[in-house]
């Protein structure tokens, strides 16, 4: 009861929480031992809206066949369960970085769910999943440096690393204070634009969509990110990892998988990714990766990802691009100043398919993430 309290306090007021240990986390990485993965269902794709302090995404990664990068991405947050705020947000990186990235950030006024909660809509933007559950339509007019008109529909099975892909926090494993959750369709044809003010993108290529829940102040369940999404014309391969605060022992959770056009290779939670060597950051403390490793190993596959990540697309102060209610949820955190760094290497996927070796190209792109 005392450790509850104590988070509770940690939740209201933003400071830091004390040291439970790693047996404070129930990892995913737990359930996938016994089910590596499960795929998805239409009904697993229902927004959460908690009624508690959470951030809750849908995010949609585009490689386009010309060589853009895109983001668009809806963030819905909850704070004490008082105030409750949405956002859409959209990025263009151009190849070779001929003009400078596009990035809109905007408040989604008049914002509500479905009856279902399959769909998000709001006064000038929405993310609307088809009748048959295998698509999604992104629209928004919020910002006019940025008019998107997207349509993102599933080529591979979608997936959740474990039974339901949850990690939960807490003390009482019957009661858990928090969880993070990540759902993936991992291989996604895309179709559609975003229309800025240089002209019109075309984002015919591919994809990958991810529904995340962070069921609690997102600083104290994470402190460090690694993410990877690779598209070739055969294979995707993506990771999700995160590094707990010391509160829940520095553990380590990583969910992940390979895909072909139209079926799962491998996912679960025997993934690594690593930072090979250090650049770091002469305006400020983190220890910016030069170079990395990323490896998925399970079900006969053993691939990886490997090499200098170059110079980084985007550095991003997080605490002065997000939103006011993410602010308000670090607001008070001592020693909370988040960034976000970014890149497209050429690096190839080598990978060993039940004992055929094969490599191929791609796009790329790749976010290590410090947040504490």
């Known amino acids: 009861m005392m450790n509850w309290a104590k988070q509770q306090l940690a939740n209201v007021v933003g400071t830091e929480e004390p040291v439970y240990g790693p047996s404070a986390i129930q990892s995913v990485a737990e359930q996938a031992k016994e089910v590596p993965y499960t795929e998805l269902k239409k009904e697993d794709l229902k927004w959460t809206v908690m009624d508690s302090t959470n951030v809750e995404t849908q995010t949609f990664y585009l490689m386009s066949d010309q060589g853009h990068i895109g983001l668009a991405q809806v963030i819905y947050s909850n704070v004490m369960g008082v105030r409750t705020t949405a956002q859409f947000n959209s990025k263009i990186i151009y190849p070779g970085q001929k003009l400078p990235h596009l990035w809109c950030c905007d408040p989604a006024e008049g914002w509500e769910f479905d009856e279902e909660k399959y769909t998000f809509q709001a006064n000038n933007c929405g993310i609307e999943l088809s009748e048959d559950g295998n698509s999604y339509r992104i629209t928004s007019s919020t910002n006019p440096d940025c008019v998107v008109d997207l349509t993102v529909t599933r080529s591979a099975p979608g997936f959740v690393v474990g039974k339901n892909g949850i990690s939960y926090f807490g003390t009482d494993a019957q009661n858990p204070w928090g969880r993070m959750k990540h759902a993936f369709w991992?291989?996604?044809?895309?179709?559609?634009?975003?229309?800025?003010?240089?002209?019109?993108?075309?984002?015919?290529?591919?994809?990958?969509?991810?529904?995340?829940?962070?069921?609690m102040k997102p600083h104290h369940a994470a402190a460090r990110w690694n993410f990877v999404n690779f598209q070739s014309p055969t294979y995707a391969a993506v990771m999700m990892e995160y590094t707990t605060p010391p509160s829940y022992g520095s553990t380590v959770v990583n969910v992940g998988g390979i895909a072909t056009d139209d079926k799962i290779l491998y996912a679960g939670a025997t993934n690594t990714a690593k930072h090979t060597a250090i650049k770091g950051d002469p305006e400020n403390d983190w220890l910016e990766p030069g170079s990395v490793s990323y490896e998925w190993k399970g079900n006969g596959i053993d691939a990886e990802l490997t090499g200098s990540l170059g110079e980084r697309l985007d550095k991003v102060d997080v605490m002065a691009e997000v939103p006011k209610f993410v602010k308000q949820i670090v607001a008070g955190t001592v020693g909370t100043k988040p960034y976000i760094y970014q890149y497209g290497p050429q690096l190839p996927l080598k990978i060993n398919d039940n004992g055929q070796q094969k490599e191929e190209e791609g796009s790329i792109f790749i976010e290590a993430t410090f947040i504490s």
């Open 186 to 215: 991992p291989r996604c044809k895309v179709e559609g634009s975003m229309v800025t003010k240089d002209g019109e993108v075309d984002f015919k290529g591919k994809g990958l969509f991810i529904h995340a829940l962070q069921g």
